[in-house]
């Protein structure tokens, strides 16, 4: 970045970000106004509008657009803005650009916030309540393009703009063109501040009927493109198992079972859309698995791209985007529902080198450090070199949970589910003492969710973990993960674990567990006299492969028959979905990530359910999928 001449210059494209004099109004000029978007926000009749840009930069468009929704003071649609940048602005740069504007400082602020690290794949960003999402996709324009047809986005107005043609060749080349007419339905718009031919003629073979218009300042035209022509089918290069048959209207009633992490966030996320929430527990509100007193947000480095290290990744990013705002609006109170103090993990058994290596790029989520680094750190002595993630921490579960169900639009039942049927036309709850019906059900119990369910089809593990409360250490200032892990206390105590016992059903705790998390404990802190003040026993709910299991569930019949060909050729492109049982979600195996996992989990069956741009990429959606096990079922019996 050159900012030699006043104004952000791209030192790779020699290019500037924006008009160093009139910036902000040449993009509400070009880009509000091209595509007259405050007047299609006032005669939208859908729940949301979906604004895709090419090229975020310094989020100058994303900032104006914001700005404008906000001026039609709640009678503008949901805004749903997915935006791609392949080289995205440091955030000190893309604060010190914003500034130039005072009148956008709280958007500016707000923005800032939550700004990601430069973690290549979707970072979801969300404002005004979750009203204003902003999906930022970092990566190539290709690939990520690539990505959002896969997903079958249908956009409402297009922003193109990238650096300009001259500079940036492969923003603005003839696929890239047609995959934005691929996106777009009969009457979406785009504009753009170019005029040139390259740009004009694959737009109109793709269907867009074009308009020049007055430009900005000194330019003299500026470029408007309505769609014409029926939205292209997309072509599948692999067989789309992971997508469903599901057809429907966003709910405006959902019954969610299980009020844990799982359910809690859900429902919040559901809640804040404007659904009617039931909430459904036996036990109230995080009293099974999500309850113990404190819990460590963490994630590990992945040594190679996979999906499960891809979502842990992605999880994380939003999980402490979440807590971070919560802890900055209050919502959560510092120090007693949780604190983001840091957290210190052990090294995996590989040279230092290589973990930094393999960091380059991270190092706004993690770094190594020396043992002596490390001890200033904790506030105690440690003797080894660790990772340390500057802004994870703990959080209580419980209190949150309990924070997250405290919204008007959610209704907490402590009842058990009984049975649930679903049908085409309404889904139905039968309780200990009652019945009802509503749009959609969402089974969020962990390793009870095969009562509903039935086994068949998704394989579970139940994990018994035991946690162990001690009396407070002295000046622990961070969180620290090893075989367990220990957060600074709370209430003079720390939570401390927590077992990890596979096929062990035995609910009550013993004094073997506590041993166990002590002497873990002992091997990474000075601690001369640990006193064990309580305990606990919880049951996690994992899957063979580790990843949660989210989304509709599969009909396992037809869909063996519809996919059996997989059975004979494994590569075999199939392009049809999945069938699946109506009305009918499931998310479990978040497995001992819990606080990691579930908020964007959450979020990913919101969407789903809502019929909004997902902010996870195919190969995460696939890795996911609630279909994988029997399809993986069928082509292991070739």
């Given amino acids: 970045m050159d900012w030699s001449s006043g104004a952000p210059v791209s030192k790779q494209f020699d290019d500037i970000y924006f008009n160093a004099e009139q910036g902000l109004e040449e993009s ?29 930069g310094s989020g100058l468009n994303f900032c104006a657009t914001y700005q404008a929704w906000l001026g039609l003071e709640n009678s503008a649609p949901r805004l749903h803005f997915v935006s791609l940048e392949g080289f995205p602005m440091r955030l000190e740069d893309l604060d010190r650009t914003l500034s130039h504007w005072p009148e956008l400082n709280q958007i500016r602020q707000e923005l800032t916030a939550q700004y990601p690290a430069p973690v290549p794949g979707v970072h979801r960003l969300l404002f005004a309540n979750g009203a204003v999402c ?167 480095i992945p040594k190679r791209r996979a999906p499960l290290g891809d979502f842990g990744i992605a999880a994380y990013c939003f ?21 983001l103090c840091g957290t210190l993990h ?78 085409d036309h309404e889904a139905r709850v039968t309780t200990e003492t009652t019945q009802w ?28 973990g035991q946690t162990t409360q001690i009396s407070a250490l002295p000046s622990l200032l961070a969180a620290i993960c090893h075989d367990g892990y220990i957060a600074p206390a709370i209430h003079g105590q720390h939570c401390i674990g927590a077992t990890f016992d596979l096929d062990k059903f035995d609910s009550d705790p013993d004094t073997v567990s506590d041993t166990v998390n002590v002497n873990k404990l002992a091997q990474f802190l000075s601690a001369d006299q640990i006193k064990v003040v309580g305990h606990r026993v919880g049951f996690r709910c994992t899957t063979p492969d580790y990843l949660p299991v989210i989304g509709a569930v599969p009909d396992i019949t037809p869909l063996r028959e519809r996919f059996r060909a997989l059975q004979f050729d494994s590569k075999r492109l199939l392009p049809v ?19 990691t996992y579930a908020p964007l989990a959450a979020e990913i069956l919101a969407s789903s359910l809502m019929n909004e741009p997902l902010p996870i990429d195919t190969a995460i959606a ?17």
């Fill in 346 to 423: 052990t090294l995996a058994d590989e040279p230092i080198a290589d973990l930094d290596d393999r960091l380059l790029g991270l190092n706004q989520l993690a770094y190594t450090c020396t043992a002596e680094q490390a001890s200033q750190i904790a506030g105690n002595p440690i003797h080894q070199p660790m990772l340390y993630y500057p802004t994870s921490g703990w959080i209580a579960p419980r209190k949150l949970c309990q924070r997250l169900v405290s919204h008007p639009n959610i209704e907490l039942r402590t009842e058990r589910a009984l049975s649930i049927d679903t049908e």
């Fill in 134 to 300: 902003l999906d930022l996709w970092f990566g190539d324009a290709e690939s990520v393009s690539e990505q959002w047809a896969q997903q079958e986005l249908a956009v409402d107005a297009w922003y193109l703009d990238g650096f300009a043609p001259s500079k940036n060749e492969s923003m603005w080349s003839k696929s890239m063109l047609q995959r934005v007419a691929q996106l777009s339905r009969p009457g979406t718009t785009a504009s753009t501040f170019s005029v040139s031919r390259h740009i004009k003629e694959p737009l109109l073979e793709a269907g867009f009927e074009l308009k020049k218009m007055p430009g900005f300042g000194r330019k003299r035209e500026q470029l408007f493109a309505v769609k014409r022509t029926e939205q292209t089918p997309i072509r599948w290069s692999t067989t789309p198992w992971h997508r469903t048959d599901r057809s429907h209207k966003a709910p405006a009633t959902v019954t969610i079972i299980g009020a844990g992490l799982a359910g809690c966030l859900s429902a919040y996320a559901l809640a804040e859309r404007g659904v009617a929430v039931t909430l459904v527990d036996p036990t109230g509100v995080a009293n099974q698995a999500s309850g113990n007193t404190q819990a460590v947000i963490y994630c590990r």
């Fill in 622 to 638: 696939r890795g996911i999928s609630p279909m994988r096990f029997a399809i993986r079922q069928l082509i292991r019996s070739q």
């Fill in 437 to 464: 019906v509503c749009d959609h059900i969402i089974v969020a119990s962990g390793t009870e969710c095969t009562e509903l369910l039935g086994a068949e089809g998704l394989p579970t593990r139940s994990i018994r």
């Fill in 28 to 56: 509400r000029h070009v880009y509000l106004e091209g595509n007259q978007i405050p007047s299609r926000w006032r005669a939208h009749t859908e729940a949301q509008f979906v604004i895709a840009e090419l090229g975020f």
């Fill in 319 to 339: 999980a402490i985007a979440r807590y971070q705002h919560w802890f900055r609006t209050g919502f959560l109170a510092a120090g007693e529902d949780g604190q």
């Fill in 577 to 595: 979905s999945s069938p699946v049982r109506p009305r009918l979600s499931v998310l479990t195996g978040l497995g001992s990530r819990g606080l």
